[in-house]
Each structure stands twice: as C-alpha cells, then as structure tokens.
C-alpha cells in the first residue's frame, strides 16, 4: 500500500544533542510538509518543500533544517534541540494542483528531550 | 494572519445524541480539511470540502463548507463511544501561485470529544 513512513516512532535526545528524523512516501506526491504538534495543541506547520523548493514559515526557529534529497524523502534536522522542542513531529505529504488535496500523514515521530 | 477557530474545544456527549462543532476562520478560502486524531496518533483524514455548499457525508459524521460566513460544521449523528477523539478543522490558506496550490494548512485549536454510555 502507498503510506508515509516515519522514523524511528519514538527518538529520546539529550539537550544540545543534534537529532535527524526522517520521513518516506511512497505516494509520489511532489509536496513534503513538516509539523510540530505539542501536547493538547494543533499542528503547527514549520515548513514545506514543493519538489525541491523549500518554504520555511516565517516563525520556524533557525534551530530546525530540513532537507529533500529525492521526492522519496524528507528530513528534519534538530541542530541543538532544548525542552521545549519534545512534542510530536509529523510529516505528511500531498500534490500541488490547481484543487488542493488532502495532506496524508505519516504516523509521527514522538520526540523527547532529556 | 489566519485564524481559524473552533468550538467548542470540549464536548461530552451521550451515545444517541446529535451535537454540531463549528469551525470559524478570518480569511477568504475555499478548501477546508477535517481531521480525526485519536491519543498519541497521527491524523485521520476525514472530509475535504473545497466549494462553497460542499456536504460530505461519512457514517455518523457530516460535514459542510459556507465560504461566505467563512464557517465550516461537523455534525455528529446518533453519537457512540468510537467516535471519541479530538477532531481538527484546517484550512488551506496557501496562495495559488501560477495556478498551483501548496497546501498550507492552519488547524484549529481541535475539538476533544467523549461519547459516554
């Protein structure tokens, strides 16, 4: 079946410990989005890439990088992450169009920062 | 900035019973996103609504797009325990660049449903 695959599930870092998360479709879609969702709140969009141009919102900390080395896959890049960055990290994925479709999402990558 | 509101943030429910949750938002757009989530998982789609009038009908669930009161409903039919969860609206409020939309969305502040017995 074509899915979003996210790795690992669970990552435990230490603060100032660099972490890469990692996300995979299968779905050939051409637009990969980042999401950071903290406990009892809404996603949070912190960047896309369509194909291999790369959108970062406005308030995204400089801490967080990502990279697109092939429509397959998408990384996000912790550079020194701190507490208040443990939260639920989800990537999803859809096709630009003129109609927009619905984002599919990977099952999330639950990071926790000790 | 895009805000998209939602309420209420908590609902009890009783199994058996209808209850509506209403999904207001600040800018003009005309593609609107339903969202299960249940605890510590990822997102369900649920309905994509992407004109002004659109119904979507899943079950017990239905939702409907008013682009001109910028409001979209979830209304729940006949409630039981499995549709327990948080239900998120979002909207796509992404610029159409060259014709071409990118799919930014905004998600409310999510809705936490319990259905009891």
């Known amino acids: 079946d074509a899915m979003v695959i996210q790795n690992p599930r669970y990552q435990v870092t230490q603060f100032g410990k660099p972490v890469t998360l990692s996300c995979s479709q299968t779905?050939?879609?051409?637009?990969m989005y980042w999401y950071q969702q903290k406990s009892s709140q809404a996603p949070k969009l912190l960047f896309h890439?369509?194909?291999?141009?790369?959108?970062n919102e406005a308030d995204t900390p400089d801490n967080f990088q990502s990279r697109r080395p092939n429509t397959s896959f998408c990384f996000l890049d912790i550079r020194s992450p701190g507490l208040g960055d443990a939260a639920m990290y989800l990537c999803?994925?859809?096709?630009?169009?003129?109609?927009?479709?619905?984002?599919?999402f990977g099952p999330g990558t639950r990071l926790t920062v000790t | 900035e895009l805000k998209v509101e939602q309420n209420p943030l908590f609902l009890s429910m009783q199994e058996g019973k209808n209850y509506t949750i209403y999904c207001n938002y600040s800018?003009?757009?005309?593609?609107l996103y339903w969202y299960r989530q249940d605890p510590g998982k990822s997102l369900e789609s649920l309905f994509v609504?992407?004109?002004?009038?659109a119904v979507k009908q899943e079950g017990r669930l239905m939702a409907s797009l008013d682009t001109k009161a910028r409001l979209s409903t979830l209304h729940i039919t006949a409630a039981v325990h499995d549709l327990s969860a948080t239900y998120f609206c979002?909207?796509?409020?992404?610029?159409?660049?060259?014709?071409?939309?990118?799919?930014?969305?905004?998600f409310g502040q999510g809705t936490i449903l319990t259905v009891h017995p």
């Open positions: 999803a994925t859809s096709i630009a169009s003129r109609r927009a479709y619905e984002q599919y």
């Open positions: 779905l050939n879609h051409n637009v």
């Open positions: 890439y369509y194909d291999k141009d790369f959108n």
């Open positions: 800018t003009t757009s005309d593609r």
């Open positions: 609504l992407l004109s002004n009038g």
């Open positions: 979002a909207v796509d409020s992404s610029g159409v660049a060259g014709g071409t939309s990118y799919g930014k969305l905004t």
